[in-house]
């Protein structure tokens, strides 16, 4: 059915190569005093400091860094942040960097505005309640997570195995700059993982029984297709900027909310891979290619088969004159073939350092104790299955 | 190539069929005296009037009225609505109806802020800037133009025979209420109009031999199956919810900005109907159903043919392995289908009550006196070429 929903995504976005002299003026909208979050150093190695820096500086602003967010941002980045904040009386925070950074400022300009720790945000028994947070603009070098567009951000606590992701409106970037150009630097690895990521957001809305707008299936059509073919692009040419533009572009649509029109089914891959990455510290879009596969196959069945036809035939060109099941097991194969022949990625976890020893407690995890009530309705049971697909 | 572009459409939706409650708490924001703007009644006869008018008495805000905003919509009406703005001290102004009333509304919102005539700001002599506007919030009740997610309108003045559009940021609508519920008793006519629009606005940028972000280029192809599809199912069932509801949302997104990208040439197909219905006062989405077939016809060269055999097989199905002028023929011919037989709308001028009588004069005026600078450069003479292929 064709649900109700609320469209709202004030995030402005300066895309291209000639756009950073708005930075200065667009940070100055929100104060004088700007944290500036940044991940291990790429950034210096591209010139993208020096540049971003410039800007700041130009502009007649007071600048403060906080270096060093990790991949899988972790609860201690966040908390230092918001004591950085505090303490220096920030104005606007500015992630420059991939998914990570974004997020992890996210949610330093939240807990930049409470007393209690930033893990309250995240513990259940907690969840504490978001009701300010400062400003934040960003300057993206990664396409992959799409936080430069959408209101959450995931993060990881080690000392309790934990990764959660959560979404509040106030957490929306206000400013995002998407030069594709500051991602020619990104490696065939990460290029791989950044589009398994943007695939799976994509995905965990569109294979959802419950049909919605055909014109947001045929969106999500288009944003598959773009990166299905421009990723091998992007592999083989690092600097191609046709491609680039169009990766980077569709990291943005593909989770900023708006293909989901009204459909709230749960997600299914990415709470399981958030186990993960949790327990292994893997990349999250290497995670999400080595499950997806395993997942589809674990749901096809007569009831989902009209769903694997049309991404098949719509996303994959497969030949649509054959029995529904074939098509829908082509689809499977095709997608894999994407994942793990044209993106090179890794195809199963004893590749990649993962065994069976932690399956259960992930699973358990993953569904929370219950039931994963995405796609297919997913207890402990069905995880395990699909984790012991991907040995 | 990929050009450099600003995305910025700030415009909160409410979309479906429970989402008026939510009106009142809206206007609030913006203030307590609220002008309502509607056209002829229609809202009236199926009683959106009265649950709009219950939705402002509840939330305790006081109500101007302004009925009778033409389609086409007039000066005389804008001049009328920044009065009455001035008058009664409006905060916020409320438009119930389609693109006609969204339109004046916009316009009526930022005369309530100058002294001087409205109708400066159309004027190309004069060009009077907009640096103020009062907030516009809308409830739709037609899928048409778009105007309630960009920042233009369009006005015509009956004593100079023009009509011309503008744009500005300041005019976006606050908060647009999408019901398709409200678009039910749409006439078979009607909705045929508007679909033509919508496709003309998406068609005005796809025919491009600039070629721009690929993911842009699904989306559109996207958008114009949707109206092709439910356009016809549209007219047949005129309750049919999931018809109504995509025709809405395509709507909004063929013409809020974002299919643009950074493309920057100007559109051809608008521009010569507006001095179209300028002198004769026929539907906007009629008058381009009628001249678009002939445009892309006239268009239609080497240099451009790869575009047609794009939408050809993209939109329309048609068999990819044969020439491609032979596909770009048949794009045209399934289109005119599509427009004149699927959607059920006149084909000539003659048929609508239009002859030569002025066809050099609207020439002239469409072009303003040079070159309309669109998918390819049209002079008075070919313009005159495409009204003549109308006949």
């Not at 609860?75 to 998914?99: P, Q, T, W």
């Not at 991602?183 to 690895?189: G, L, M, P």
């Not at 999500?220 to 169009?246: C, F, H, Q, S, V």
């Not at 395990?384 to 991907?390: D, N, P």
């Amino acid at each position: 059915m064709i649900h109700d929903f609320v469209y709202d995504i004030p995030v402005k976005v300066y895309f291209g190569r000639d756009q950073l002299k708005n930075l200065g003026p667009e940070l100055k909208k929100y104060g004088k005093r700007v944290l500036m979050t940044y991940g291990g150093g790429s950034i210096k190695r591209i010139g993208l400091y020096d540049k971003v820096v410039k800007e700041i500086r130009d502009a007649g602003l007071e600048l403060w860094e906080l270096p060093g967010i990790e991949p899988n941002p972790r609860v201690s980045s966040v908390r230092e942040g918001a004591r950085m904040c505090k303490e220096h009386d920030i104005d606007v925070l500015l992630a420059v960097g991939g998914g990570s950074t974004v997020d992890a400022t996210k949610w330093i300009a939240a807990s930049a505005c409470v007393d209690h720790d930033p893990w309250d945000f995240f513990d259940y028994d907690i969840w504490a309640p978001v009701k300010k947070a400062l400003p934040v603009l960003d300057v993206l070098t990664l396409s992959a997570t799409g936080s430069e567009m959408d209101s959450g951000g995931v993060i990881s606590n080690p000392e309790t195995k934990d990764k959660h992701g959560r979404m509040h409106p106030l957490l929306l970037p206000k400013v995002s700059f998407l030069d594709p150009s500051n991602t020619f630097s990104v490696s065939a690895y990460q290029t791989a993982c950044g589009s398994a990521d943007m695939l799976s957001h994509i995905i965990e809305v569109y294979f959802n029984m419950d049909q919605d707008l055909y014109m947001l299936d045929c969106f999500m059509e288009g944003l598959m297709k773009t990166i299905i073919k421009y990723t091998p692009l992007a592999i083989r040419e690092p600097d191609n900027y046709e491609a680039r533009a169009n990766l980077m572009w569709a990291s943005s649509w593909a989770i900023n909310g708006f293909i989901d029109g009204g459909k709230d089914l749960a997600w299914s891959c990415h709470p399981i891979e958030h186990e993960l990455s949790a327990i292994y510290d893997i990349t999250h879009g290497l995670g999400l290619a080595i499950l997806t596969p395993r997942w589809l196959d674990y749901c096809l069945d007569e009831t989902t088969v009209s769903k694997y036809v049309q991404f098949g035939v719509n996303v994959l060109n497969i030949n649509p004159e054959q029995p529904p099941m074939v098509i829908a097991r082509q689809a499977i194969d095709k997608f894999s073939s994407v994942l793990f022949d044209s993106f090179g990625l890794s195809r199963t976890f004893p590749e990649v350092g993962i065994d069976a020893t932690h399956f259960e407690t992930m699973a358990r995890k993953a569904v929370n104790g219950g039931v994963l009530n995405g796609f297919k309705p997913l207890r402990q049971a069905d995880v395990v299955k699909i984790f012991e697909a991907c040995m």
